[in-house]
């Protein structure tokens, strides 16, 4: 049995803080799960996968947000509870959904995951989801650690089913990664199947009908603040002149804070975990005892800026500071030496904590940039696409591993933005401009986003070359699959999606699919591929190795050294490919065996044949 299926109440054990709210979906009756994989969140998903046959509960990967929202929500509306993970930009994806669904609201609990991700450890950007709250009227709920995690999400689902609305549970990556004791509650029964009620002039969601819905809505407001007042998740501890409020991780760095600069007796601290609606009493309650506020938040300004109004609209008198020059900033995390100076500081007591160790004189580590894996069949099919149209083309990518491909010497990608966009920014600058345009997407976030995108470029008649990297799995976040994954290894049963059936259904009529380690027929087809006047598409098609590897699927292969004698130095392997199990030794070109996993592109690539598979 999976360990977070174990019914057995108190029992403790250590957890991610993504497994905590696994747990305490399980705990609270999930019977319909959705996602689409993202760090920070996909190890929630990735449970839910290991354990949903046994678990009782139904659960998929949604080819996007969007669509799993929506899936989760026909739960919800039907009367059977779920849940949606995803990270902070899939929150984008959602959005479309997630504004109208607030409208109509769901008839079992209804948890939405949004996992930001300050300091942007795997994003490409680090919005503040906080404004989703605000701009779609849903109530928020931030934990502090394991424990809250767990059992915030058994609340949420209450809250949810109280207000008939879905709710946002908001992390952030180091929450979702850190680890902690959990205790366990009980499991409650999973009701597995609903009742959809026909009420067209409840959800369909005609202008006439919606009317009455944002009123609806706005009167659930008043019901969820009235319910964020009384939450235990709210609390003013202390009962100092020094007022600080915060939320989330930095809950934890304030209370380390306070008590190692001994100002526990000094400070008021007002902590908001159902940290929307904003329990505006309580506000008023702490700001009338206070002489002095600061607000310690990560990312945007957004509980300074309502406490502000707050205080504006009581007629309180008081300093609130927050995010301002020689305070705390809007880039980035917080770490809890940060938050204790900028606490001191801001108070004026003397931070005595020890000082970071003096590192003067020792030298800085060596880089180790993100580089794709050895044998990764990325790497070869840039190398094709990079000799056939040279140093000059014009490469937008995408999200996923293959964005790796930016760094020297294959510098195959010069813009990204988000899911799906490589393809129609190919159309932008393809039409903008007379330069040569090789965009790249994964098969994950074709699947995603990528497929409107083509669509329009085939309709448009635009001219550029779309290269599919096809490695049979969502590599980035964890070999998570997708409908173009054949599932038979992993026992579930799904159906299979020809990528290149759906790519001539688009209406594209020049399609190649290739094996990217052979590289001669690569290079014949990025060749076929610039030759071609129109949209051409190029599926680069061979499993990603570590996948592979985990299916047992991996092809029993030798790794190759370099023959010495025949090695003239050439280096067109490291130049070109720059493969990390590649290196220069004494001058001499070598292979780590260790890491070499035999793909055979650098024997392919070397001009004097002296890569050879070890005989041992």
């Known amino acids: 049995m999976h360990k977070l299926l174990i019914d057995s109440p108190d029992e403790e054990m250590l957890l991610l803080g993504n497994d905590a709210i696994a747990r305490g979906a399980i705990e609270a009756g999930i019977a319909v799960a959705t996602c689409y994989p993202g760090t920070p969140s996909s190890e929630i998903p990735d449970n839910f996968f290991a354990m949903f046959r046994e678990g009782g509960f139904y659960f998929e990967y949604s080819t996007n947000e969007k669509v799993a929202l929506e899936v989760a929500a026909g739960a919800a509306i039907s009367g059977i509870r779920s849940m949606c993970t995803m990270k902070h930009v899939g929150m984008n994806v959602a959005s479309d959904t997630l504004m109208t669904l607030a409208y109509l609201g769901v008839n079992a609990g209804m948890v939405i995951i949004n996992a930001d991700d300050p300091l942007m450890f795997s994003s490409q950007n680090e919005q503040d989801n906080r404004y989703y709250a605000r701009l779609s009227g849903l109530p928020m709920m931030e934990p502090i650690n394991a424990q809250e995690m767990k059992d915030m999400t058994v609340a949420a689902f209450d809250l949810s089913e109280q207000l008939k609305l879905p709710v946002v549970l908001r992390t952030t990556t180091r929450l979702n990664h850190m680890r902690g004791v959990v205790k366990f509650g009980q499991i409650r029964q999973i009701k597995s199947k609903g009742f959809f009620k026909k009420d067209p002039f409840h959800y369909v969601a005609l202008p006439a009908v919606s009317r009455n819905l944002h009123k609806v809505l706005l009167e659930k407001y008043d019901q969820a603040l009235e319910l964020s007042e009384n939450s235990e998740y709210n609390q003013i501890i202390g009962n100092g002149k020094w007022g600080i409020v915060t939320n989330g991780v930095s809950m934890d760095y304030v209370q380390d804070a306070v008590n190692d600069l001994g100002i526990g007796d000094k400070v008021t ?9 904003m329990p505006e009493n309580m506000i008023v309650k702490f700001l009338t005892n206070v002489e002095k506020v600061l607000v310690v938040e990560e990312l945007e300004p957004v509980m300074e800026n309502d406490i502000r109004s707050i205080a504006q609209a009581k007629e309180i008198v008081v300093p609130i500071k927050g995010k301002e020059k020689g305070l705390f900033s809007r880039l980035y995390e917080f770490d809890p030496g940060m938050v204790r100076g900028t606490i001191a ?18 030298p800085d580590l060596p880089g180790r940039p993100p580089n794709l894996c050895a044998g990764c069949p990325h790497r070869a099919m840039y190398y094709a ?10 490469h937008p990518s995408d ?7 930016i760094l020297p010497p294959l510098k195959m990608a010069d813009i990204v933005i988000c899911m799906g966009a490589s393809i129609g920014t190919s159309c932008g600058i393809s039409k903008a401009t007379d330069q040569k345009v090789v965009s790249f997407i994964g098969d994950s976030t074709f699947f995603h986003a990528g497929i409107p995108a083509l669509i329009n470029a085939v309709h448009n008649n635009h001219k ?20 173009g994954v054949d599932t038979t290894p992993m026992g579930v049963d799904t159906t299979q999606i020809s990528i290149e059936s759906l790519v001539r259904g688009c209406g594209v009529e020049h399609v190649q699919v290739v094996n990217p380690m052979q590289v001669k027929k690569g290079i014949e087809a990025a060749q076929a591929s610039k030759d071609f006047d129109g949209i051409s598409v190029i599926i680069s098609k061979e499993l990603c190795p570590l996948y592979a590897r985990s299916i047992k699927k991996a092809k029993k292969v030798r790794p190759f050294y370099v023959n010495q004698d025949k090695c003239k130095q050439h280096l067109d392997c490291i130049n070109l490919l720059a493969c990390p199990a590649m290196y220069i030794d004494d001058g001499k070109t070598m292979i780590n065996e260790v890491l070499c996993i035999g793909c055979t592109v650098c024997a392919q690539v070397c001009p004097e044949n002296a890569i050879l598979p070890l005989k041992k």
Request: charged content about 10%; proline content about 11%.
């Open 464 to 483: 550029f070359t779309l290269v599919i990297l096809d490695n049979g799995t969502t590599a980035m976040t964890g070999n998570q699959p997708h409908p």
């Open 269 to 277: 601290i007002l902590r908001l975990g159902f940290s929307y609606p």
């Open 399 to 405: 999200i996923g591993c293959y964005t790796l491909g």
């Open 385 to 394: 696409i990079k000799q056939v149209y040279g140093p000059d083309a014009v």
């Open 345 to 362: 500081s801001y108070f004026g007591v003397p931070d005595t904590s020890p000082k970071p160790v003096d590192v003067t004189g020792i």
